[in-house]
C-alpha cells in the first residue's frame, strides 16, 4: 500500500504538471488568482488500518523483541475517528499560510494472553487475563508558503511541529494499572505540497512530510503521503475524499524528564478520508 501511494502521487504529479505545460501559453496567469480565500476548515471522518508495535528494555541488556500491539494484546486494526483542520492563508496574495490539524486513536483491549509479554521489566505469563489502553494523538501545527501560484497551479514547500502524545497501560485483571509509557513527542518536520485546478471546482491536492531528526539519545523519524480530491461545491461549502499513509517511528535509549521509557514505539497507518470544508 505505501508503493502504491507513493506511486499515485508521482503519476498525479507529473501527469498535471504535462497538462498545465500544455496549456501555459493560453492561460493568463498574471491576471487571475488560484484561491482567495482567507480561512479554511474542514471536518471529517477517517478509515484506517492501523500497525503498531512497541519494544521496551535495558540500555545494557539489549532491548528484547518487538511487539505486535493488536496480534498480543487484541487492540482493533482497524479505526473509525473524527478529524479535524484549520487554515488560515494571508498576505496580499495568499501565499503564507498557518495551518493546524488534530484527530486522535484511542484504542483498548481485553485479552487473556496467548503468549508471555514482557514490559519493563515485568513479565506477564501466557494465560493471564489483562486489559491495555494505547492511545495516540497527531497534533500538527505549520507555516506554508506557495513559492509559484497562479490560476490552475499552486506549489508549495512547509515546516511544522508534529506533536504527538502517546499513552501505553495494561493492568492484569482487578490488579492496579502498570503505566508502560506515557509521553509527547514533539518532532519538526519538512512539507511539500502540490495542487492543482483540473477543473473550475475541482482540486486535486498531495501533500508529503518527511523527518528523521536525533536530539541527544531521543531520534524520531516520520513519513506521512496524502492525497485529496477537493470540490467547492457552493460558495462556502465544499467536499472532498482522499487517501492517507503515514508511518512515525520514536526510539529512547535513556529515560529522562520527557521520555520515561528505553525502546521503540512504531505506529504506521493507511486510511481513506471523507470530509466537508468551509471556506471563506
Do not use: C
Not at 502521487?9 to 482567495?36: C, G, M, P, R, W
Request: aromatic residues 18%; charged residues 20%.
Amino acid at each position: 500500500m505505501k508503493k502504491t501511494l507513493l506511486l499515485l502521487f508521482i503519476i498525479a504529479i507529473s501527469h498535471n504538471a504535462y497538462i498545465y505545460a500544455q496549456k501555459t501559453d493560453s492561460l493568463e496567469i498574471l491576471t487571475k488568482k488560484y484561491d482567495v480565500n482567507s480561512f479554511v476548515f474542514t471536518t471529517g471522518a477517517f478509515v484506517s488500518g492501523v500497525v503498531s508495535k512497541v519494544r521496551f528494555g535495558n540500555k545494557q541488556l539489549g532491548l528484547g523483541i518487538d511487539v505486535n500491539m493488536e496480534d498480543a494484546l487484541g487492540l482493533s486494526t482497524t479505526n473509525f475517528v473524527f478529524r479535524g483542520s484549520a487554515m488560515y492563508f494571508f498576505g496580499k496574495k495568499r501565499k503564507h499560510a498557518f495551518k493546524a490539524s488534530y484527530f486522535a486513536f484511542l484504542r483498548s483491549s481485553h485479552k487473556v494472553l496467548e503468549t508471555e509479554l514482557e514490559f519493563n521489566d515485568y513479565v506477564y505469563p501466557i494465560g493471564t487475563e489483562i486489559n491495555s489502553i494505547f492511545n495516540f494523538s497527531i497534533i500538527k501545527f505549520a507555516y506554508d508558503y506557495s513559492f509559484f501560484k497562479d490560476d490552475r497551479v499552486d506549489l508549495g514547500v512547509g515546516i511544522g511541529f508534529y506533536i504527538m502524545p502517546i499513552m501505553f497501560k495494561v493492568s492484569v485483571v482487578n490488579q492496579a494499572t502498570n503505566t508502560i509509557a506515557d509521553f509527547i513527542a514533539p518532532l519538526p518536520y519538512a512539507s511539500l505540497r502540490t495542487d492543482f485546478k483540473i477543473l473550475p471546482k475541482l482540486y486535486l491536492k498531495q501533500g508529503l512530510d518527511v523527518l528523521y531528526a536525533r536530539f541527544d539519545t531521543y531520534s524520531g523519524a516520520i513519513l506521512d503521503i496524502n492525497i485529496r480530491l477537493e470540490h467547492n461545491t457552493w460558495k462556502h461549502f465544499g467536499f472532498g475524499t482522499g487517501l492517507d499513509f503515514f508511518k512515525i517511528i520514536v526510539r529512547s535509549e535513556t529515560t529522562n524528564g520527557n521520555f520515561d521509557f528505553i525502546g521503540n514505539v512504531e505506529m504506521g497507518y493507511t486510511g481513506f478520508l471523507i470530509f466537508a470544508k468551509y471556506y471563506f
